[in-house]
């Protein structure tokens, strides 16, 4: 089915199509009727499902014949969690738009305010903000929500996740009782569900299975390997396979830092994302990796939700997450679009508590393999998924064969 058939009209058809998308996924054709129709909604749908399309095309639809906004309104709010996912959403609603005749705005912390404040009073048709900045701007009397029509909440579970539900009530509390509510969340916990009761009555709620045909199409596979030989592994990886590109998390700005320094040190060019690097950088970083001028990026989860790119070859978790819906998202940043992703994970002994939540997520095991000259001294344990192991290990696949090596440090 094509989406003009959806109920859109033919500006709107036309930009999707020159973004090389001819279907709806799963997510857009359940959700662009109901919000077309005006209706309230809940949704749940993994990354790389086509969630953001899902939402800014039945808005720009429902306002694209709506009258000049006025000075310091907003006609549409979505609310993210990051300063990345903020800017990515804009993007895209300014590629769906391109046309019509709406305006965006993508607001959020981290940068001086003045220029958001000085392009809010003109009036935005449709605002991207994170909820911090959202509260300042409010606060500064430099917008107001009296002709809201719309409220989006992006990314619901990560947002509570990061500890933004007092600013979203808040958010609430202000904004008109008559207005659309849309919830999208990658899961509906508890907590995504108790917020959902306090924003939203009576929604249509929409769940996209994980196994759906939309899901990205993501081989996962492990390495065993001692804590202090993952950054020679990583090194000898790229180099050995030749990677094209690799978006590689680790926990923390200091680990980020030194895996930089140290790859570096092997002739390998990598750069460092992470909250401790100003916006200005995060952003030109963001564009250098998404334009393929950097190869390999080093990020701590400030860039698990922010980050689309379609061709994407390969995800590293050189550090597992704390939370196993972390994994998922990030994982999630390869295979869009149809694409085939890699998501490869270094394991360590201090890792096995969080590799056996993520395969109690998953529903089975990772497949494991050792690399020659790799191999644990501390082994890892399999874990306890209660799921039938898939067990593979495997030190000559993807040329991964090699030589002990004299020094990994």
Avoid at 238 to 254: G, S
Avoid at 309 to 322: A, E, G, H
């Amino acid at each position: 089915m094509p989406f003009s058939k959806l109920g859109l009209s033919d500006p709107i058809a036309k930009a999707v199509a020159e973004q090389g998308y001819e279907t709806p996924t799963p997510i857009q054709h359940k959700a662009i009727p109901v919000i077309l129709a005006g209706k309230d909604l809940i949704a749940a749908a993994q990354t790389g499902t086509g969630k953001t399309a899902s939402f800014v095309l039945p808005i720009l639809q429902n306002l694209m014949d709506a009258p000049a906004v006025r000075a310091k309104r907003i006609r549409a709010l979505i609310l993210t969690p990051t300063r990345e996912l903020a800017i990515q959403v804009e993007a895209n609603i300014a590629l769906y738009g391109k046309h019509l005749h709406l305006t965006s705005m993508a607001m959020y912390g981290g940068v001086d305010a003045e220029p958001q404040k000085e392009r809010l009073i003109e009036g935005v048709d449709i605002l991207v903000a994170t909820p911090g900045r959202l509260l300042d701007m409010y606060t500064r009397r430099a917008i107001h929500f009296d002709e809201l029509e719309v409220l989006v909440l992006d990314e619901a579970d990560r947002m509570l996740d990061m500890g933004f539900i007092a600013d979203i009530n808040k958010i609430v509390e202000r904004l008109p009782e008559k207005r659309q509510n849309l919830l999208f969340s990658a899961t509906l916990s508890q907590q995504v569900r108790f917020l959902a009761r306090t924003a939203i009555e009576n929604a249509v709620e929409i769940a996209i299975r994980p196994d759906s045909t939309a899901t990205p199409k993501i081989e996962q596979w492990l390495i065993t390997v001692d804590k202090d030989t993952k950054s020679a592994l990583l090194s000898f990886l790229i180099t050995e396979n030749k990677w094209d590109q690799a978006l590689i998390f680790i926990e923390t700005k200091r680990g980020a830092a030194k895996l930089v320094s140290q790859l570096e040190k092997r002739g390998i060019k990598a750069e460092a994302i992470h909250s401790g690097r100003s916006q200005a950088v995060r952003a030109q970083l963001l564009e250098d990796f998404k334009a393929g001028e950097l190869k390999f990026m080093v990020a701590t989860g400030i860039a698990a939700r922010g980050i689309d790119i379609d061709s994407l070859t390969r995800v590293v978790n050189y550090d597992l997450p704390d939370e196993a819906d972390d994994y998922v998202h990030r994982i999630g940043r390869t295979g869009r679009a149809g694409a085939v992703g890699e998501a490869i994970s270094f394991v360590s002994r201090d890792d096995f508590r969080n590799l056996c939540a993520i395969e109690k997520r998953l529903g089975e095991f990772i497949t494991r393999k050792e690399i020659e000259g790799f191999q644990p001294k501390l082994e890892v344990p399999a874990s306890d998924a209660g799921h039938a192991p898939k067990n593979a290990k495997s030190s000559n696949r993807r040329n991964t064969r090699r030589k002990p090596a004299k020094s990994r440090s």
